[in-house]
RNA sequence: GCCGGGGUAGCUCAGCGGUAGAGCAAACGGCUCAUAAUCGUUAGGUCGCGGGUUCGAACCCCGCCUCCGGCACCA
């Protein structure tokens, strides 16, 4: 019985382009486990787009004298780019700025207020003198009260590492544009997390399949739960949904508020633009589907504590909960089944900063090298559960000496043969011990890493698929059939056929984490269709009249299965090509020339 | 400061109570169909340090050293 799988992912801040680290942490997991799901049968929604509001977007708008929305379109595109780029296979990547996430937000927002979850309180608030807007703590330095340091932060002291309230420095200043923020009280509204606590807790302690970080993390966060503010000073984001503040432009609704909200804002959107308006519902009213929610490290509470706080809260009310009928009736929304968060990548034993041009940008990497050897490198030694460092030393050494040597040598040694001397699929003679016990043991692995996928085990399951495809390499120099050839075609052929019968097998494997290098393989193999196929941009307009963009895919057209393949006896292969190419071992110094030298220190 | 995570073969990492593992690098040998790729064999570690629990500890507990995150109106 095919299960719906919500593949969550998390929504990349549109101000400025992402680098390698981010889709490191986020892009290739969550796309991995999509592609093994559909490869599976079940029924993948994966959702996401580009997070538009808040404060670091007005500020990079001010300095370029632009509009934010004029920010956030530029880097929707160019980020929704390296997504295609990179072959993530979303069934919906769209944005924040959208009609109907604006509905579905404000919709969340009301119905949590009417029931009670979200309070008014005043509160003291930093502005800017110049501009009015809200000062977030860590846009102000000034001296620290503690230790004296001349450039502490509202938040946080970085000298003497204590805790800090904007108020409390000497000297205050706005590091925007440097004059001393204005303090005044504000009314703002808060979502009551302490409501929450228990059902929280309780919650939490029972997901047993988390990563263990995960959740004593989380546990350990609601043991001191306060009211969080829900709204900001600010002219831009999702505005309140009450009479009183209809008309005013200077408060809104806070930037991970909605955030959160666009993974199902983006569902029910592709509900619609599919023309079904309620399919969303089998995902998020069906008490047999299964969330997944990827992210990094730093997001986690919004995730598993704050987030699941607004389902809660909303349950099956509301407009769109209310609205269900049939079987969705009065179904609460689902809560997240498993929260994948994976730590950090560094970049040369440092921490990505664009500024001191220790980064990659993803349109920068896949403007010179293939995005299944980032996805390679990115999955077999990624960040997925502790920090990893990404060198160019070992980008190098992991596509030549594992992707091109392992797989793509015995994929380029069995075809070339092939075609050349045989030109179709060969047809065996009777198999030996050795070729069926090789053939049971790749046919064998659907079963254990498939298993590693749904784990989200992503390093363990690529590591043993290129350990299968080690096995056939052995097999093929035990076997020798450029010898047998010679003396016995019959012998030879069956040989081959083995070969291309694991192949055909680790095709499939790898296709989740190498979708590109996989389709070519599938098709150098005589097969017709897609198992993994082109995205898709599409333009809708909503009924204010604006356009956007949206990444999406024809998935359901595509016909891998996650099983061993029948593969043909007589099917006419393609000439074959190379899947990967090598690099240079220059490459690195270039790489590192470019980066400014900074990886030498 | 508080909370959390890490320190395992030259390198990158897996293992997380039951005789120390993988890949790469190294040495030697085989093959030469294949992007000079591959295959086999060997070598290599008092598992950060010191205590403790246990028949038995990389794995659990305590202390220390060291590195790295998070600390909620930043996303």
Redesign the pocket.
């Known amino acids: 019985m095919p299960k719906h799988i919500l593949v969550a992912v998390a929504?990349p801040?549109a101000n400025g382009p992402r680098h390698i680290g981010h889709v490191a942490g986020f892009g290739v997991p969550s796309d991995i486990f999509a592609r093994y799901h559909r490869l599976k049968g079940n029924y993948v929604l994966m959702v996401s787009g580009t997070?538009e509001?808040?404060?670091?977007i007005t500020i990079a708008a001010d300095k370029e004298g632009l509009a934010p929305r004029a920010i956030a379109d530029r880097y929707n595109t160019v980020i929704g780019d390296d997504l295609y780029n990179l072959g993530l296979s979303y069934d919906t990547f769209t944005r924040t700025t959208t009609l109907n996430h604006y509905a579905v937000t404000q919709d969340i927002f009301k119905t949590l207020y009417e029931k009670g979850y979200i309070l008014r309180q005043d509160?003291l608030?930093a502005f800017s003198a110049s501009t009015g807007r809200?000062?977030?703590?860590?846009?102000i330095e000034g001296t620290c009260p503690i230790c004296g340091f001349g450039e502490a932060r509202?938040?946080?002291c970085d000298q003497c590492?204590?805790?800090l309230d904007p108020v409390d420095l000497l000297n205050p200043r706005s590091k925007v544009d440097g004059q001393p923020p204005v303090f005044r009280t504000t009314e703002?509204f808060f979502l009551d997390?302490p409501v929450f606590a228990e059902r929280l807790q309780t919650w939490i302690a029972k997901q047993d399949h988390w990563r263990?970080?995960v959740r004593?993390?989380s546990l350990?966060?609601i043991k001191?739960?306060?009211p969080?503010?829900i709204t900001?000073d600010l002219e831009w984001g999702v505005p309140i949904p009450l009479p009183e503040y209809a008309e005013r432009d200077d408060k809104k609704i806070?930037?991970?508020f909605d955030?959160v909200i666009g993974y199902l804002s983006a569902s029910i959107e592709w509900a619609n633009n599919r023309g079904t308006p309620d399919a969303w519902r089998d995902w998020w009213q069906n008490r047999q589907s299964r969330h997944f929610y990827f992210m990094g490290?730093?997001?986690i509470?919004?995730h598993t504590v704050i987030w699941p706080a607004q389902l809660m809260g909303y349950f099956s009310d509301g407009h769109y909960g209310g609205t269900a009928r049939g079987a969705f009736a009065e179904v609460p929304l689902q809560l997240p089944y498993n929260i994948v968060s994976s730590e950090?990548l560094t970049m040369e034993g440092k921490?990505f900063s664009s500024s001191r041009g220790v980064v990659i940008y993803v349109n920068d990497f896949l403007s010179r090298y293939d995005a299944d050897a980032l996805r390679y490198v990115l999955t077999i030694?990624g960040p997925?559960?502790?920090?990893?460092?990404f060198t160019w030393t070992?980008f190098v050494?992991r596509n030549?000496?594992?992707l091109?040597?392992?797989w793509?040598?015995l994929v380029?040694?069995a075809l070339?043969?092939v075609y050349k001397n045989f030109g179709t699929i060969p047809q065996p003679a009777a198999l030996s011990a050795r070729d069926t016990a090789l053939l049971a043991e790749i046919e064998g692995g659907f079963g254990p890493v498939g298993e590693l996928l749904e784990g989200a085990r992503f390093?363990?399951a690529i590591?043993e698929t290129m350990?299968l495809a080690?096995l056939v390499?052995?097999y093929?120099?035990?076997q020798?059939p450029?010898?047998v050839i010679k003396v016995d075609r019959e012998r030879a052929a069956t040989i081959w056929y083995v070969a291309l019968r694991c192949v055909d097998s680790l095709k499939l494997f790898f296709t989740p984490f190498l979708p590109f290098s996989s389709q070519r393989l599938h098709e150098y193999l005589g097969y017709d269709g897609f198992i993994a196929g082109p995205l898709a941009f599409k333009e809708y307009t909503e009924d204010n009249g604006q356009t956007h963009r949206v990444l999406t895919g024809d998935y359901a057209t595509w016909i891998g299965r996650w099983e061993p393949p029948i593969l043909p006896v007589g099917q006419a292969l393609r000439e074959p090509k190379?899947?990967?190419?090598?690099l240079d071992e220059q490459v690195v110094a270039e790489e590192l020339a470019r980066m400014g030298g900074v990886a030498g220190g």
Do not use: M
């Open positions: 929504w801040y997070d509001h808040g404060t670091p509160a608030g809200t000062l977030p703590d860590r846009y509202g938040d946080q590492g204590n805790q703002h997390l263990p970080n004593s993390f350990n966060f001191a739960l306060k969080r503010a900001r806070y930037v991970w955030a490290k730093d997001n509470v919004f950090f921490k030694a997925e559960n502790q920090d990893t460092d070992e050494r030549n000496d594992e091109v040597a392992t793509g040598n380029n040694r070339t043969n390093k363990a590591t350990r080690a390499n052995s093929l120099s035990e020798e450029w010898k190379p899947l990967f190419k090598k």
